[in-house]
């Protein structure tokens, strides 16, 4: 079984920084692209950074020049650096994997998709 474990969120002053990770944990053989979608209350779900296996990132404009995702592939780990923080960035945070092959079953039985952490909380306030 796969899980998605978050850390890192809390409270921050506007202009401070947060830095999030989500371990993927089970037997896991590779993973596809990773990403962090937020949610503020009363808004739905949105993307905020996708990092593929190969290296390429895609950001939401909000966070373009603020955020920076990255990965390391051998800890199954992904990780969103926020700066110049705002008190719009406030939002649960979620971890996302689109696709991952698991070292377990046969064939397709070993493809997983869609799968999200438990999220954390940031909030930006003074």
């Known amino acids: 079984q796969v899980q998605l474990v978050e850390s890192g969120g809390g409270l921050v002053q506007p202009g401070g920084s947060l830095r999030l990770s989500c371990a993927a944990s089970g037997s896991i053989f590779s993973i596809d692209t990773m990403g962090w979608f937020r949610q503020a209350p009363g808004k739905p779900r949105e993307l905020v950074a996708a990092l593929t296996r190969g290296g390429d990132a895609n950001y939401a404009d909000s966070v373009t020049g603020r955020f920076a995702i990255s990965r390391d592939n051998a800890k199954n780990t992904v990780y969103l650096e926020m700066n110049s923080l705002k008190p719009e960035d406030t939002a649960a945070y979620f971890c996302?994997?689109?696709?991952?092959?698991?070292?377990?079953?046969?064939?397709?039985?070993?493809?997983?998709?869609?799968?999200w952490g438990q999220g954390t909380q940031g909030t930006v306030s003074s």
């Open positions: 996302n994997i689109d696709h991952l092959r698991t070292n377990y079953g046969t064939g397709l039985d070993r493809d997983k998709y869609n799968i």
